[in-house]
């Protein structure tokens, strides 16, 4: 195996999604894997996590055991990276973190409509849940981060081939509309009058004008207040972003910077009427907003 660079991957909590994006490069793995040695992956039956150059973590961090493997991959990489949103960001899993560890273990396993006498199961054999879920910087350092739910397969490959060739990645700056390719008439014009005068969802619009921007025709979208490097993929399917990519590296947050963003563009009042404003704006970045420090704080726990 001598000339390729000892790597280890592993998934905390998460789906998988990340790892199956990396098998997603097909026969373009097999260039990666001339240059690479996996010695640890949900993949491959090894059971202790080896000393490796590059150790590759999906997933965010929601239980003991997820704390403790993440540790080891820190001790034994020489560079950790943050593996798609829910290692960068918290991802989907850190929702969460609107409620406490007990909250959430009641409403789960005593207080679902279909539960009769539910109890919640304890015992030494089942992790226990971490209060809060939280992204791999929160607990260790971490050299470089791959964002996207998941990351295209081509950026993973981008990224792998530069920090194997001793280079920098490249980091992406800009928001998600400086990618998009759809037509903003009305947002690039300064103006006093709102760019629309309603807020909905796809399906109630008769026809959405696949070539005109979105937030233009009344539908929320993320692109102000999220990062680009997806190549704007849902958008080309004709569906709003909903952020996955996480914030930009300069926003302090990106619920704040989408509601700062979408203020300006949509009618008085407009955000109040959405049902979900925690799901649009920080449905993949819940972890680094401001609310679970807040709620640690006033919970006191940790
Ligand atoms: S980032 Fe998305 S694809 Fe990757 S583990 Fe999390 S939820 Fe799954
Ligand atoms: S708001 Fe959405 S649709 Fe409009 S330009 Fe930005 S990414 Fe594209
Ligand atoms: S368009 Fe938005 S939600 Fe869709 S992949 Fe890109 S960043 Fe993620």
């Known amino acids: 195996m001598s000339g390729r660079v000892p790597v280890a991957t592993t998934w905390l909590q998460s789906c998988s999604g990340c790892h199956i994006a990396l098998l997603d490069l097909h026969e373009e793995l097999l260039d990666l894997l001339g240059s690479i040695d996996i010695r640890y992956s949900p993949i491959v039956d090894v059971k202790e996590v080896p000393e490796t150059d590059l150790g590759i973590v999906e997933g965010s961090v929601g239980n003991r055991d997820n704390t403790e493997m993440l540790l080891k991959f820190r001790e034994r990489s020489k560079t950790l990276i943050a593996f798609g949103t829910c290692a960068c960001f918290g991802g989907i899993p850190g929702l969460r973190n609107l409620f406490t560890r007990e909250e959430l273990l009641r409403r789960g396993y005593v207080e679902t409509e279909s539960t009769v006498d539910g109890i919640v199961p304890a015992g030494p054999e089942l992790p226990a849940l971490e209060q809060y879920v939280k992204p791999l910087n929160q607990l260790v350092p971490v050299e470089h981060y791959i964002p996207g739910c998941p990351p295209l397969p081509s950026t993973i490959k981008k990224n792998l081939v ?140 940790e």
């Open 162 to 301: 530069a920090l194997l060739g001793g280079g920098k990645p490249e980091v992406k700056k800009r928001n998600l509309c400086e990618e998009c390719d759809r037509t903003k008439k009305k947002l690039l014009v300064a103006s006093r009058d709102f760019v629309t005068d309603s807020v909905v969802s796809p399906h109630e619009l008769d026809n959405i004008d696949r070539s005109l921007c979105f937030l233009e025709q009344g539908v929320l979208c993320m692109g102000p207040a999220t990062c680009e490097g997806c190549g704007a993929r849902c958008l080309a399917g004709n569906m709003p972003c909903r952020g996955c990519m996480g914030p930009t590296p300069h926003a302090l947050e990106q619920g704040a910077k989408s509601i700062n963003a979408l203020s300006a563009i949509l009618p008085a009042g407009g955000l109040m009427f959405q049902e979900d404003v925690v799901g649009v704006g920080y449905r993949y970045s819940l972890p680094v907003s401001i609310y679970p420090h807040l709620a640690s704080e006033v919970e006191g726990t």
